[in-house]
C-alpha cells in the first residue's frame, strides 16, 4: 500500500474510485470483488469500507463521477435559460451525444448498468430529465414545439437515440449504407427536430 494514499484521504478516494471505474468498465458490477478493488487502487479493504461503506456505494459513486462529466454543462445550460427556447433541446441532444462519442468507457459502463439490470436513477439523472422536460414544455405552450407529444417522452427519446448509437455500435458498424457519428447524428436531428416542429402534427384520426 502506498504510505502518501493513508496519509491524504482525498487521494485515497480518487484512487479508489479511479479503481473501481476501471474495473466495473472492464468487468461490470457483479464480477468485481472488493480484493481486487483494493488491489488495483492500492489500498486495503477496511479503506474501501471507511470511504464508500459497500462494493454498491462504490459502485454509485463511479456512475455518480462518470455523469457528472455531463451533469454540469447540461444543468448550467438549462437553468440559465430565462425564456422558452427550442435550441435549448437541440443543444441538449448535441451535448449529449458529444458526451458519449468523447467517453467510450462511460458509454461501456451504461451498458454494464443495463445487463445487469440497474434499475437505479441518480438524483442528477432524475434531476436533468425533469428540468429538461420542464423546458421542453415551457417551448410547446410558447409554441415553438408541437404541443401533442408528453415532453418527458421527448427527452427520453433523445437520451435513448445517442445511447444506443454508440451501445450497439458492435452490431451495426459493419451494416451497408450506415454512415459516420457526424452523419448519424445529423440526420437523426433532422428527424426529432423537424418531428417537434409546431406544425409537424398530423391529422386527427376518427377513432369510430
Not at 457519428?181 to 416542429?197: P, R, V
Amino acid at each position: 500500500m502506498n504510505e502518501a494514499t493513508t496519509r491524504d484521504p482525498d487521494l485515497t478516494r480518487s484512487r479508489i474510485l479511479q479503481a473501481g471505474f476501471e474495473l466495473f468498465v472492464d468487468k461490470g458490477f457483479a464480477a468485481v470483488s472488493m480484493r481486487e478493488l483494493a488491489q488495483r487502487s492500492g489500498v486495503t479493504k477496511s479503506l474501501i469500507h471507511h470511504h464508500f461503506g459497500t462494493k454498491e456505494g462504490l459502485w454509485d459513486a463511479v456512475k455518480e463521477a462518470a455523469f457528472s462529466r455531463y451533469y454540469e454543462g447540461q444543468k448550467d445550460e438549462l437553468e440559465g435559460a430565462d425564456a422558452p427556447d427550442s435550441n435549448l433541446l437541440r443543444n441538449g441532444v448535441i451535448r449529449y451525444f458529444r458526451f458519449l462519442q468523447e467517453n467510450p468507457q462511460v458509454v461501456r459502463l451504461f451498458t454494464w448498468m443495463h445487463l445487469e439490470n440497474d434499475s437505479t436513477c441518480s438524483e442528477m439523472d432524475a434531476e436533468l430529465v425533469a428540468l429538461g422536460a420542464r423546458r421542453v414544455r415551457e417551448a410547446q405552450e410558447a409554441g415553438l414545439l408541437r404541443a401533442d407529444v408528453n415532453p418527458t417522452h421527448v427527452v427520453t427519446i433523445f437520451i435513448h437515440a445517442c445511447s444506443q448509437w454508440f451501445e450497439v455500435r458492435p452490431q451495426h458498424k459493419n451494416w451497408e449504407g450506415i454512415g459516420s457519428d457526424d452523419e448519424y447524428l445529423e440526420d437523426f436531428m433532422k428527424i426529432f427536430m423537424d418531428g417537434l416542429a409546431p406544425g409537424a402534427a398530423g391529422p386527427e384520426t376518427d377513432s369510430n
